[in-house]
């Protein structure tokens, strides 16, 4: 079962895992703003990992340390000069946690910085949800046009407002296991008649596009009651069931093969 009413009467969703990342040299924000960041990641499943990341040499990162960690954040300090060292850090450290025995089902960025397009990629390759936050007129255009889910964090006060709705929504957002390989099979071809790659994360982001009530893998539900951990496991259901082959990293549709041969 997704979610269960918890004692306040709220519906917390706990087989959703939520991981935040936090570029805080990027993305600056207020302590309100932060709480409200909190409070919509909390929507969207139980949250396991809260890292924000800074640079001490710096006197206004270093002063906003102690408020953070205030909020149950794990602040983390790299002080050293160079461009990228504390992106880097970040995406290490993600990909670490990603390939762990806990790994989150979505994964929320703070940040408008182009060097975390590859490291996006590499998520929705494994069947994870990427939910970027950045500041207006800080924003790299293809990181904007990557994520799953992008938002200002500009909305966060509006979208918080709106988490009864959301939560109420996250009941419904279920899909059994048959009903998932017919999107499945539907993305595919939608994505090979518009010459699209086939590959997992491409797929993936186009079945949450034609089902609502696909949220990722961890949506689906087999007739056992059991979870999908990774995308991949998911298809190789489905190539196990016939309904799709696949090829390394790309899906193709056995009707397509007939026809081709």
Known sequence: MVAHLAS????????????????????????DTV???????????????????YNSQCADQAAARNSIANLDFKCLDVPCPLKNSADNQLIADCLEDIHSNVSPDIVILISGDGDFVKLVRNLQKLGKQVIIFAQIGNVKQKLKELA???RFVEELRELVGN??????????????????????????????????????GCIDKLMRQLCP??????????????????FSQFVDAAVKDGKVTRQNQQLFLHELDKVAA
């Open 8 to 31: 306040n009467g709220q519906i917390n969703q706990q087989k959703r895992l939520v991981s935040i990342y936090w570029d805080y040299q990027n993305t600056k924000l207020s302590l």
């Open 35 to 53: 709480k409200l960041l909190l409070d919509f990641s909390k929507c969207k499943g139980r949250l396991i990992c809260k890292n924000v990341y």
């Open 148 to 150: 799953d889910e992008f």
């Open 163 to 200: 988490k009864a709705q959301t939560q109420n929504t996250a009941v419904d957002s279920q899909i059994n296991y048959n009903e998932a390989k017919d999107y499945l099979i539907a993305a595919i071809k939608t994505a090979l008649s518009q010459n699209k790659p086939t590959a997992f």
């Open 213 to 230: 009530k696909y949220q990722g893998v961890s949506s689906i539900c087999t007739s056992k009651g059991n979870k999908f951990k990774k």
